[in-house]
């Protein structure tokens, strides 16, 4: 699952003990992300794979690999690559949760070299704000000022 903005120049890759994570999109296991997404996480359950797939093909992607090379976790990254970048989909299988994944796979995307101009980072999250503390995020200081829209476009 490659978008053009993925495949300028090497990809960024970062190692964490036994585990690598990678933004090289060819070692994507996209049917272990299709399973999480469409059936495991909160988020995303039930929504229509091709949708997900489209949102992978315009999404600057990382995946977390265990030492024998399987994939173990997954992150997304919607940016314009300049000024902004939303943090979404980010999960670690539950059988590789506890190490420090999470926050690692967080700080990689913040360390992404395409990445290095972005100075406003957003992402919501229900129920891992501490791990996302521990890589510098915190509540909006400015709630009011952000708007949203629910449901399906017209």
């Not at 399973?35 to 794979?49: H, I, M, N, P, Q």
């Not at 299988?93 to 990445?115: C, F, N, S, W, Y």
Request: glycine share 10%.
């Amino acid at each position: 699952m490659s978008h053009d903005s993925q495949s300028d120049g090497p990809h960024f890759e970062q190692r964490h003990g036994a585990y690598l994570i990678s933004s090289d999109p060819s070692r994507l296991d996209l049917p272990y992300i299709r399973e999480f997404l469409t059936k495991r996480a909160y988020w995303s359950k039930g929504v229509d794979w091709s949708l997900i797939e489209a949102a992978l093909r315009h999404s600057l992607s990382l995946g977390v690999y265990d030492g024998a090379g399987g994939q173990v976790g997954f992150a997304r990254i919607v940016t314009d690559y300049a000024l902004f970048a939303y943090l979404r989909d980010v999960f670690i299988d539950e059988a590789h949760r506890g190490r420090g994944l999470g926050v690692q796979i967080t700080r990689a995307a913040l360390a992404h070299p395409r990445l290095s101009t972005v100075p406003s980072w957003m992402l919501a999250t229900e129920d891992a704000h501490g791990v996302y503390e521990k890589a510098g995020f915190y509540p909006l200081e400015h709630p009011e000022w952000y708007m949203q829209r629910l449901g399906t476009t017209a």
